[in-house]
């Protein structure tokens, strides 16, 4: 595994989906924001715990047990490692990043903050980073602000200051936007933030299989990650939560692992990890998503930075030539998502046309419709890379793009 570089055959040719034909055309799939492919490795890994391990874990004490419960584990031990996470009892395994964000809403913020406490997001965030706060703030008489944008598509640090105080209690934002591709300099938010007192929550669902994480150095309260973003299975992520939060946390669904002891009249509960995570954990996916783990660290996450953000150049410089183009957000320092219009061309159309050339993008508002507003557009198209793209595929990309311009002159 260890000469793969990003878009080199010998790494596509570990990712059986790549390898077919759309509507008579090689797939060029440029979705990779909305979900990657993932790598025999890891799809192995699946197959391989049901063909072998399969069992529950923590209750049983038979060899199938002991084995799924150590492999589970392990996994949480190196989603740890992967993200340099303080401790790994604060590693809790959810469906994803979605569900890890209502799961801080639930168990954290409902009982610390205090109303008339306020909210911070920024204007780029996913609903998934914006609805759980509208519900807890309705219900917790909460407010919420949103930091805004510089015309680039970046955070306005002079706005953004003056929303780091009082009555701010907690900072959610997004490390990488699924729709700008900016990134957040999430060290220096996080500094900021902490020098204030006030608690912080990265989601990293853009940037966990794109950038190098390191929790300790973001020292972040919070990090949710999202495991079919990153290599993985769907239905799996983290939240990773730091220690000096772990006396803070209830528990937020009830249920079997959780428990320490039940009687008719009440229940004790146990320690994190397992205080969260009731019922059947998704155990297949969570050793999966470890795979996934060691998959990408053989690549190196500063080489798929690197290939990522040499891609975006490259569109960029492509997609700039074809008439009526216009890309949103950064210019440079950004990550492999690029967003674009074409004039007098919804982004459905532009979407449905590509598709008939075995070319995958998504045409919408990409769950972010506030965003959508401060752009003043109702939807965009956007076409996303990962470690597999190669730039002929962004040179096939640019032509394929021209071609549905001509389709609608
Ligand atoms: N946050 C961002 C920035 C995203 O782009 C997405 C998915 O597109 C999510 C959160 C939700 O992730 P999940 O699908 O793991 O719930």
């Not at 009249?265 to 996916?285: D, N, Q, R, V």
């Not at 891609?311 to 492509?318: C, N, S």
């Not at 982004?347 to 769950?367: I, K, M, T, W």
């Amino acid at each position: 595994m260890h000469e793969l570089t990003p878009g080199s055959p010998s790494l596509r040719a570990l990712f059986p989906a790549l390898h077919q034909e759309v509507n008579g055309h090689p797939l060029l799939y440029f979705d990779n924001a909305a979900t990657t492919h993932k790598p025999t490795f890891v799809i192995r890994a699946i197959t391989d715990f049901y063909e072998k391990d399969n069992s529950n874990v923590h209750r049983g004490l038979h060899e199938l047990s002991a084995r799924a419960t150590a492999s589970f584990e392990a996994a949480r031990q190196r989603i740890g490692s992967f993200i340099s996470a303080p401790n790994p009892d604060g590693v809790i395994f959810t469906r994803g990043a979605t569900e890890a964000i209502n799961l801080v809403a639930s168990a954290w913020a409902n009982s610390v903050l205090q109303p008339g406490d306020r909210i911070l997001l920024t204007a780029m965030e996913h609903h998934s980073n914006i609805v759980p706060w509208q519900l807890l703030a309705n219900r917790a008489r909460l407010s919420i602000a949103f930091a805004p944008l510089t015309p680039e598509g970046r955070l306005d640090f002079d706005e953004l200051d003056q929303l780091l105080a009082p009555p701010t209690r907690l900072f959610a934002f997004t490390h990488i936007s699924n729709v700008l591709g900016t990134v957040n300099p999430a060290e220096k938010i996080c500094a900021l933030a902490h020098s204030r007192g006030i608690a912080t929550l990265v989601d990293a669902a853009q940037s966990c299989g794109h950038f190098p994480l390191d929790m300790e150095a973001l020292n972040c309260d919070f990090l949710v990650l999202s495991g079919h973003k990153m290599c993985g299975p769907t239905g799996i992520g983290v939240l990773a939560i730091h220690p000096r939060r772990f006396g803070q946390i209830s528990p937020w669904q009830g249920g079997g692992e959780m428990i320490e002891r039940v009687t008719f009249e009440g229940s004790t509960y146990k320690s994190l990890p397992h205080l969260l995570e009731a019922g059947t954990p998704p155990i297949a996916s969570a050793i999966a998503l470890a795979v996934a783990c060691d998959f990408l660290d053989s690549i190196g996450r500063d080489a798929i930075r690197q290939h990522d953000e040499k891609l975006a150049m490259l569109a960029l410089d492509l997609f700039s030539r074809i008439e009526g183009m216009e890309i949103i957000g950064p210019r440079n320092s950004r990550a492999g998502v690029v967003s674009f219009t074409l004039t007098d061309v919804h982004p459905h159309d532009v979407v449905e046309v590509a598709n008939r050339f075995g070319l995958a993008l998504r045409g919408g508002h990409h769950c972010a419709q506030p965003l959508m507003r401060v752009l003043a557009k109702p939807s965009t198209a956007r076409a996303s890379f990962y470690l597999y793209t190669t730039e002929d595929e962004v040179h096939r990309t640019a032509e394929i793009l021209a071609q549905v311009r001509k389709f609608f002159n």
